[in-house]
């Protein structure tokens, strides 16, 4: 299986930027797609984004569409999620999900390892 370490979280003002970074070892990272899921307090985790082996597959939720973007360096092991216009409703703790499949998933069900997850609160 593969570990995974996510990093670049923080405080923000909407309309700020951030940068979350995944860092995995172990297995194979490049037969892993690889998703971005996030959970606010009181509520269920939802999907955010997702990235298929190549990077060339990509995948986002409406909510975030046009302001967030998902890439990875198999090179480096390394999966990022770019997050642009951000809004307080983006606030939550963000996680760094892989599964050993091509094919990505929005649901986290379908994901066999997590990272610990990284929090990002966006200030009105």
């Known amino acids: 299986q593969v570990q995974l370490v996510e990093s670049g979280g923080g405080l923000v003002q909407a309309g700020g930027s951030l940068r979350l970074s995944c860092a995995a070892s172990?297995?194979?990272?490049?037969?892993?797609?690889m998703g971005w899921f996030r959970q606010a307090p009181g509520k269920e985790r939802e999907f955010v984004a997702a990235?298929?082996?190549?990077?060339?597959?990509?995948h986002y939720a409406d909510s975030v569409n046009g302001r967030f973007a998902i890439s990875r360096d198999n090179a480096k092991s390394t999966v990022s999620l770019q997050m642009n216009s951000l809004k307080p409703e983006d606030t939550a703790l963000y996680f760094c999900?892989?599964?050993?499949?091509?094919?990505?998933?929005?649901?986290?069900?379908?994901?066999?390892?997590w990272g610990q997850g990284t929090q990002v609160t966006v200030s009105s």
């Open positions: 999900a892989a599964r050993w499949r091509d094919m990505v998933s929005y649901s986290a069900d379908d994901y066999d390892n």
């Open positions: 172990g297995r194979t990272f490049s037969r892993y797609a």
């Open positions: 990235i298929g082996w190549s990077g060339g597959s990509t």
